[in-house]
Every structure is written in structure tokens, then in C-alpha cells.
């Protein structure tokens, strides 16, 4: 007995002596800022981001036409405001409301950069109007926010790179490489029309830039447990998105007479089942890149986890969500109480981890739900996005300017559940990140796509100022 208690505490200080070791070995990754010139901007920032609010560019849904009153009065706007950026600037449009800005370098030899955003935003539900502090398309300026759709998704960061070029310009700044700017105008609906259609012109023209960065980052405060510094998520990569339709048809019948599997009941069978039997939780990139960089600046107790995934990966993968969700959003079934349904669908939305596909899904779904369930995409799908590097020229350049411009923040490399327009740039970019600077805690996470969407001047004029020594520094 004795000595299967000896064996015991030997084992269990061999594993005691590995997780220090590794907790000990786990040290910060941050680079150090650099000091930067304080850039002073002029009160009219507030009112241009308020005018771009003014333009209702909403994206309804995949088959509404575009709105061209809303969307050709925002180009003019952008033309009036931004004089010297559409004097210098060359500017094609792409399937008649997206725009790409070209801004040629003065060396043909450097890879390009492109700056994404879009100019579309989500609808407002009527019923929350009274909810909102100022109405939605008024862009009202308080003396600490400007209110409206859109300030956080995405017109802000649109606003913010125009306002950063026009000030460059008006230094007689002449970058060295090429920059372009891509606005998308249906990126709320998938950007096939949009940013798919921009990606493919730049490929036909035999662009391929060094990076491209589109929003899906962002500056989260009090968002991580245990960590109180602001963390800036620079995501490398997305999840892949697809919904399925299921759909159970039968016979149907008399509600008297109901027969043993019930249309409604197959159905909802199926659902419980799928979520009852979600894909697991796996550890890939770049979520262990999560482990490194966050863990490192975790206290010790809580770094042990970080620094020793094969032991407690579990826990820390389910905080990060970290496997193909399943979310069912629809259901559609029956037209008179005493009527059995002969048809009953629901819609189950899923974001797909990478090295998951959207037909390893498929077949996920059709080895949990009934044989009498019939499955089939609805709807815009894509797979996961690649998954970009941290070694780059490209993201040392990002991590430095987000270092530089907010010192008091730590740079993590991550993965963004929702989907972006950056997706589709991977063919004409070595790159792709996902990062502006909008500040979100966990009172303001509902305001995107949500009731009350604002931003704080102090954030708006970081985002100005992010953009602005970005562009100079991948100069």
C-alpha cells in the first residue's frame, strides 16, 4: 500500500512539476509601442460620420433591389466631403453601388494593401423605435456619442479611412505602395453582389495585394474573465456559415386520429436531437494562437489552463465557443389547430469551425436527425475562411500599430463566429485580418444589429487616428 501511495505522489508531482513548468514557460507575447505624434481633428469628424448616418443603405433581404436614392445620395456625399481623396484617387464602381478606391504608389514593386468596409447597414424593428435614445437615421451628436444605424457597423470605419486619407493628403503624403479601399454595398446579405464581385475584378486585373483588413476585430473591455486589460481581437480567420432547411412530410390527418409519429413531432424531434448532439469542441488555428497570447497574460492560477491545453482544453474551448454551433432560427408548420400538418420545416443556422466543411455538416445533420427528414442547404453558404498567418510582415505591422496606438491593449490573434466580406479576399491577397478599433464591453455588445447603436467620440477619433498611422506605417 505503501508504496502505491509513493508511486502516487511521485506521478502526482511529476504532473505538478510539468503544469508549472509550462505555466512559467508561457510569457507574453506583446511587441513594445512606439511612441506616436498626437494628431489633432477638427469637430466636423463628428458631423461627417452623422451626415453618412443620414443615408438609409439598408440591406433588406438577398432579393430586394438596392435602395439607388439612398446609395447613389451616400456617393455623392462621400464626393462632396471628401474633395481631395476624389481628385487624387481613382474610383470604379462594381455591380452599381460598390465602390474601389485606388490610390497608386509610387513603387511598383511593393505588394499593395486593401482597406475594406461596407456601406450597407441592417433594417431597424419598427416596435424598438421608442427604444432608441435619438431615431436610428438622424445621426444625432450628443456631447459624448453619435447615435444612429451604423456607427458601430460598419459606417464608422468607412468614414474613418476616408477621413484618414483626406487628412494624408492634405499633408502631401504620397504612399510608397499601392493602397485601395473597398466599401461593399450588401455585405449584411452575404457581399456576393459586393465584395465578391470587387475581389474578382481585382483577381481578373492581377492584383494580389500583401493584406487586406476588413472589420470582424475589435477592442474588447471587460469582456475576457480575468484579464483587465482591453483586449484587441485581431481575427484571422472566420467561421464558415450555412443554413439547413428540415423538412418532414407525411400524410397528415385529423387531430382525433393522430397517428403514432406525428409531422410536427418528427420535426421537433430532429431539432432536440441536433442540439442534443452539437460537433465538438477541437483545438485548431487559431485558437491555440488564443491560448498563447491570452494566457500569457492571465494570473498564474488561471494561466495553468491556458498553458496546458492537453490537460484542460475542455473548459477554456467551450469559453471560446470553439466548434460548429447549431442554432435553429425558423420553424413553419400547420394552418388549423385540428389539423395534422402534411409539411413542417425549420431552418437550423450553423457557424463552421475550420477543418469543418459545410458538407461534413451536412452529413453531421443526416447521421443525428430521422431518416423521414429530408436536408438541404438554404439559402447563402460559405466554408470557413483559411486561416492567415501571425509570422507576416503584414501582421507585425498591424500588431504594432495596435500596440503603438493603444498601449494600454493586448494584441490576440482569434476567430470571428459572425461572417465578414474578408472572406472572399483571399485569392487576391497573401493576408487577410479582420480588426478596426470599435470599443465594446458587455453593455455595448447588444447594440450591434441591436437597439440604441452608438459610438463615443473619444472611440470614433481612435478609429481616425488607428487608420491614419496604419496607412503610414505600412509605408
Not at 386520429?257 to 452539437?278: C, F, H, R, S, Y
Not at 452529413?363 to 460559405?382: L, M, P, R, W, Y
Request: charge should be negative; include cysteine; glycine fraction near 6%.
Amino acid at each position: 500500500m505503501k508504496k502505491i501511495l509513493l508511486a502516487l505522489l511521485a506521478i502526482f508531482l511529476i504532473l505538478a512539476a510539468i503544469l508549472v513548468f509550462n505555466t512559467l514557460s508561457l510569457t507574453s507575447k506583446q511587441v513594445e509601442p512606439e511612441p506616436l505624434a498626437a494628431i489633432q481633428f477638427p469637430e466636423t469628424i463628428y458631423q461627417n460620420l452623422s451626415k453618412a448616418i443620414q443615408y438609409q443603405t439598408i440591406s433588406h433581404s438577398e432579393e430586394a433591389i438596392p435602395d439607388s436614392t439612398a446609395f447613389n445620395g451616400f456617393h455623392r456625399f462621400l464626393e462632396e466631403t471628401f474633395p481631395l481623396t476624389h481628385q487624387n484617387l481613382s474610383l470604379e464602381k462594381i455591380s452599381g453601388y460598390s465602390l474601389l478606391y485606388k490610390w497608386e504608389g509610387s513603387d511598383a514593386s511593393k505588394k499593395p494593401i486593401i482597406l475594406m468596409s461596407h456601406q450597407d447597414v441592417v433594417p431597424v424593428d419598427q416596435p424598438t423605435l421608442q427604444d432608441w435614445e435619438a431615431p436610428p437615421f438622424e445621426g444625432v451628436i450628443t456631447n459624448t456619442h453619435i447615435i444612429g444605424r451604423g456607427t458601430l457597423d460598419d459606417k464608422s470605419s468607412l468614414i474613418a479611412l476616408m477621413e484618414s486619407v483626406e487628412r494624408l493628403l492634405s499633408e502631401s503624403f504620397v504612399p510608397s505602395r499601392t493602397i485601395y479601399l473597398a466599401f461593399g454595398h450588401d455585405e449584411e446579405l452575404g457581399g456576393s453582389n459586393g465584395a465578391n464581385k470587387i475581389a474578382a475584378h481585382l483577381k481578373e486585373k492581377g492584383v494580389h495585394a500583401a493584406m487586406t483588413l476588413d472589420e470582424g476585430g475589435l477592442l474588447a473591455e471587460n469582456l475576457v474573465p480575468g484579464v483587465d486589460k482591453t483586449v484587441a481581437m485581431l481575427n484571422l480567420a472566420e467561421k464558415g456559415y450555412a443554413s439547413f432547411r428540415l423538412t418532414v412530410e407525411t400524410t397528415g390527418g385529423h387531430s382525433s386520429a393522430p397517428p403514432k409519429e406525428n409531422t410536427i413531432g418528427i420535426l421537433a424531434k430532429a431539432i432536440v436531437d441536433l442540439e442534443n448532439n452539437q460537433l465538438p469542441y477541437k483545438l485548431v488555428k487559431p485558437i491555440d494562437y488564443q491560448f498563447e497570447y491570452m494566457g500569457a497574460e492571465l494570473p498564474f492560477f488561471k494561466k495553468i489552463a491556458f498553458a496546458n491545453p492537453w490537460l484542460f482544453k475542455g473548459p477554456v474551448l467551450e469559453a471560446l465557443n470553439a466548434h460548429t454551433t447549431t442554432a435553429p432560427t425558423i420553424i413553419n408548420g400547420g394552418v388549423k389547430d385540428n389539423v395534422i400538418p402534411t409539411v413542417a420545416e425549420a431552418t437550423v443556422n450553423f457557424r463552421i469551425l475550420p477543418g469543418e466543411t459545410i458538407a461534413s455538416t451536412k452529413e453531421h445533420i443526416q447521421s443525428v436527425v430521422n431518416d423521414k427528414v429530408k436536408v438541404e442547404e438554404a439559402g447563402f453558404v460559405t466554408n470557413p475562411s483559411p486561416v492567415s498567418g501571425i509570422d507576416s510582415d503584414a501582421f507585425k505591422t498591424l500588431e504594432k500599430t495596435i500596440r503603438s496606438v493603444f498601449p494600454d491593449a493586448i494584441v490576440v490573434p482569434g476567430l470571428i463566429g459572425g461572417g465578414t466580406d474578408a472572406r472572399y479576399f483571399y485569392d487576391v491577397s497573401d493576408d487577410v485580418y479582420r480588426f478596426y478599433p470599435v470599443r465594446i464591453s458587455p453593455e455595448s455588445m447588444t447594440r450591434f444589429h441591436g437597439i440604441d447603436e452608438k459610438i463615443s467620440k473619444d472611440n470614433y477619433k481612435e478609429m481616425i487616428v488607428f487608420c491614419y498611422n496604419l496607412i503610414k506605417r505600412f509605408d
